[in-house]
C-alpha cells in the first residue's frame, strides 16, 4: 500500500512576516544607504543624521519612481560644525541621472542637520568632508 502524503506544515503569519520584509531578494527598488563610519563615536548623531537622508531618499524614491536596479550612486559632500551641506557631487554613479540627482537631493533638501556638539567641533575641526553610496535594487 502506498503511504498517503502528510499535510505540508505552515507556519504562523506572525512568525513569517518579519524575515519576509527584511528579505535582500525582495522585488523592492529601495536598497540600502552605505554610510561613512567617520562619526561612529556619535552615536546618536549618527542615528539621526543618516536616518533623515535615508528618509528622504526614500520619500524621494516614492515620487519620483526610477527604474533603476542594481545601481549604485556615490555623493562626496561637506558637512559645517553648524549642520549645513555644501559641495555636494556625485563621484561615481550607476544610475540614471534621475536616480542620481534624488540621491543628491536626499542630503541636501535635509539641510542643515542639528549643530554639532562641542565635542564634535573638537575632534572634527569645523568642517568634515563624507561620502555616502546609495544601492539601488
Known amino acids: 500500500a502506498k503511504p498517503l502524503p502528510r499535510a505540508r506544515p505552515r507556519l504562523s503569519p506572525e512568525l513569517i512576516h518579519g524575515p519576509l520584509m527584511a528579505s535582500t531578494g525582495s522585488a523592492s527598488r529601495r536598497g540600502k544607504l552605505s554610510i561613512d563610519a567617520t562619526f561612529s563615536a556619535f552615536g546618536e548623531y549618527q542615528q539621526q543624521f543618516y536616518a533623515a537622508i535615508q528618509s528622504g531618499w526614500y520619500q524621494e524614491i516614492d515620487f519620483f519612481q526610477p527604474i533603476d536596479t542594481g545601481a549604485r550612486v556615490q555623493i562626496r559632500f561637506t558637512i559645517q560644525a553648524d549642520g549645513t551641506i ?3 557631487e556625485t563621484i561615481h554613479s550607476t544610475a540614471s541621472e534621475v536616480a542620481t540627482l534624488i540621491c543628491e537631493s536626499a542630503i ?12 564634535m567641533v573638537k575632534v572634527f575641526g569645523s568642517e568634515r568632508t563624507m561620502e ?5 535594487r
Open 86 to 88: 555644501n559641495g555636494v
Open 108 to 119: 541636501t533638501k535635509r539641510s542643515p542637520f542639528r549643530k554639532w556638539t562641542a565635542e
Open 132 to 136: 555616502l553610496v546609495f544601492h539601488y
